[in-house]
C-alpha cells in the first residue's frame, strides 16, 4: 500500500543521554495518537524519523498532528529513494515540476551525507541537483541567504528528497516530565500556561471551579473550548468541573471583603491539592504573572504557595501580557478567551483587594472559614469531560463514578 511519508526533525531529544530512548518513544506515540484512526509507522535514523502513514489520511490532519506536538523542531513531505544519483535526479525533477514555483524568484540545495560510503560528496551532489531545479524552473536563481524555495537531500540508508520544511512546537514530548494539573479559567492566561508548561513534556488534566449562576453555562461553554482548543498541544486532557458556588459564599459571608480573592486562592490551591494526590500527580499550573492583578504580587502569591501543599509552577510569571496575547493568538486560544463572558462574577471581587497581606494572618483568616466540607461536597459534585490528542469530546462523567477508558 503507497504511504505518505513526513521528515521530522527532533530538537532538544537529540541531546538527551542515556534515557534519549524514551523520549524517542514518547514522541512517536504522541504523533500515532493523533493521527489514529489512520495507522502510521515510524522509522528512525540518525536525527530524524521518519513518518509513514496511510495514504487515505488527509494531509492537513497530518500537518496539524506535526504541527501541535511538543519535540518536533521542523517537518516535511518527503520522498524515498534508492542511493544512486540518476534515481535522485529523475525523484528531484518529478517532485520540483509537481510544485507551484511560479511565485519563487531564488532557491537553495542543501545535502547532507550521513552515510560516508555514498560515492558522490554533498558539494558535487548539490551541484548536480541545482542543475535539476535549473532544468524543472530555469527563472530561479540561487540565494545561499534568503531563498525561497530550498531542495534538502540527505543520504542516509536511502536517499531523501524534501523542499521548505515548516517550523514545529519545539521543547519536549508531552508525557515525559511527569503530570499536573492546569487550574484553567476562561482567561487568556491559564490556557497559554498550559501550552508552556506541556513544551516542557508536562502531562496535564484541567481544573475549572464554576461558580453557578455567577458563572453562566456560556462561562462554562468557553472553558470547555479552551481545553478542547489546547487538548492537541496536551496530547489529550480531562477537564475537572468543580461547582464552587457555595464555597464562593461561604467565603463572601466569612472572610474580610478585602481578602477574599486571597481566600478563594487558598480554597483553590486545597481543592487543586486533593485532585493532584487523588490522580497521583505532582504539581499545580497557574497563569499567573507577577504584579498583574493585586493576587499576584510576590506577597500575594507567596501566599497562594503557602496554602499548597504540591509544587506550584507559574510558567507566564515572567511575562508581560502583550507577549502572552501574541502566544494565545498563535497557538489559537485568544479568539475563545476574549469572548464576553466573565470567569468570575464582579459579587466576589472586593473592590480594593490586598496587595501586600501578612501570610500568618491570611492563614489564620483561611483556618476560621471552615472551607474542608465546602470542597468535599464540592468534588464529589465535580464532573469530568474528556477529550483526545485531536481536541475530541470523547466523553463526561461524575468524579469518582467513572472512569476514563474511552479518553
Ligand atoms: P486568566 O487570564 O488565566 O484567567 P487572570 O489574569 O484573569 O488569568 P486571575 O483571575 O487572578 O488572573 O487568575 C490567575 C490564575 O488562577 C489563572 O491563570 C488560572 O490559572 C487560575 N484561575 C483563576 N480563576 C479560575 C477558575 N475559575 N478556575 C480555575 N482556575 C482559575
Ligand atoms: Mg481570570
Redesign the pocket.
Known amino acids: 500500500m503507497a504511504k505518505l511519508l513526513y521528515l521530522i526533525k527532533e530538537g532538544e531529544i537529540s541531546l538527551k543521554g542515556l534515557n534519549r530512548g524514551l523520549f524517542e518513544k514518547r514522541l512517536k506515540n504522541n504523533i500515532k495518537d493523533k493521527l489514529r484512526p489512520y495507522r502510521s509507522t515510524t522509522e528512525r535514523q540518525k536525527g530524524r524519523l521518519f513518518l509513514f502513514v496511510e495514504e487515505s489520511c488527509p494531509k492537513e490532519r497530518i500537518e496539524k498532528a506535526l504541527s501541535t506536538t511538543f519535540g518536533i523542531v521542523g517537518y516535511a513531505p518527503a520522498l524515498m529513494c534508492e542511493k544512486k544519483v540518476d534515481v535522485i535526479k529523475e525523484k528531484a525533477r518529478r517532485m520540483l515540476s509537481s510544485m507551484d514555483l511560479s511565485g519563487a524568484k531564488t532557491f537553495k540545495v542543501i545535502t547532507k551525507r550521513e552515510d560516508k560510503s555514498f560515492p558522490v560528496h554533498s558539494y558535487d551532489l548539490t551541484c548536480i541537483l541545482a542543475e535539476v531545479v535549473h532544468e524543472v524552473a530555469d527563472h530561479l536563481t540561487v540565494n545561499l541567504k534568503n531563498p525561497d524555495v530550498v531542495l534538502h537531500c540527505e543520504i542516509r540508508q536511502q536517499a531523501f528528497l524534501y523542499t521548505n520544511d515548516a517550523e514545529g512546537v519545539n521543547g519536549l514530548p508531552v508525557g515525559t516530565a511527569g503530570r499536573g494539573l492546569l487550574?484553567?479559567?476562561?482567561?487568556?492566561?491559564?490556557p497559554v500556561?498550559g501550552y508552556e508548561m506541556a513544551k516542557r513534556g508536562l502531562k496535564m488534566d484541567c481544573?475549572?471551579?464554576h461558580a453557578y449562576p455567577y458563572t453562566s453555562d456560556e462561562a462554562l461553554e468557553k472553558v470547555k473550548t479552551l481545553a478542547k482548543e489546547i487538548a492537541p498541544y496536551l496530547n489529550g486532557t480531562r477537564l475537572f468541573v468543580v461547582p464552587f458556588t457555595e464555597g464562593q459564599l461561604n467565603i463572601k459571608e466569612k472572610a474580610a471583603e478585602d481578602a477574599t480573592t486571597l481566600m478563594f486562592r487558598a480554597a483553590?490551591m486545597k481543592t487543586a491539592g486533593q485532585v493532584v494526590s487523588n490522580e497521583q500527580m505532582t504539581c499545580i499550573v497557574?497563569?499567573?504573572a507577577l504584579s498583574?492583578?493585586a493576587?499576584?504580587t510576590l506577597a500575594a502569591m507567596s501566599f497562594t504557595d503557602s496554602m499548597s501543599d504540591y509544587l506550584v509552577l507559574r510558567p507566564l510569571v515572567a511575562f508581560d501580557k502583550q507577549e502572552i496575547i501574541n502566544i494565545a493568538k498563535r497557538i489559537g486560544t485568544y479568539g475563545t478567551?476574549i469572548l464576553p463572558y466573565e470567569?468570575?462574577c464582579v459579587i466576589f471581587s472586593p473592590k480594593h483587594p490586598l496587595t501586600n497581606p501578612d501570610k500568618d494572618e491570611m492563614r489564620k483568616q483561611y483556618e476560621s472559614l471552615g472551607m474542608e466540607s465546602f470542597i468535599t461536597e464540592a468534588l464529589e459534585n465535580t464532573k469530568i469531560y474528556s477529550y483526545n490528542a485531536r481536541g475530541e469530546e470523547t466523553g463526561v462523567w461524575n468524579y469518582g463514578e467513572g472512569t476514563d477508558e474511552n479518553v
Open positions: 487550574l484553567l479559567s476562561g482567561g487568556i492566561d491559564s500556561a481544573l475549572y471551579f483553590m497557574t497563569g499567573e498583574q492583578v493576587s499576584q478567551s470567569d468570575c
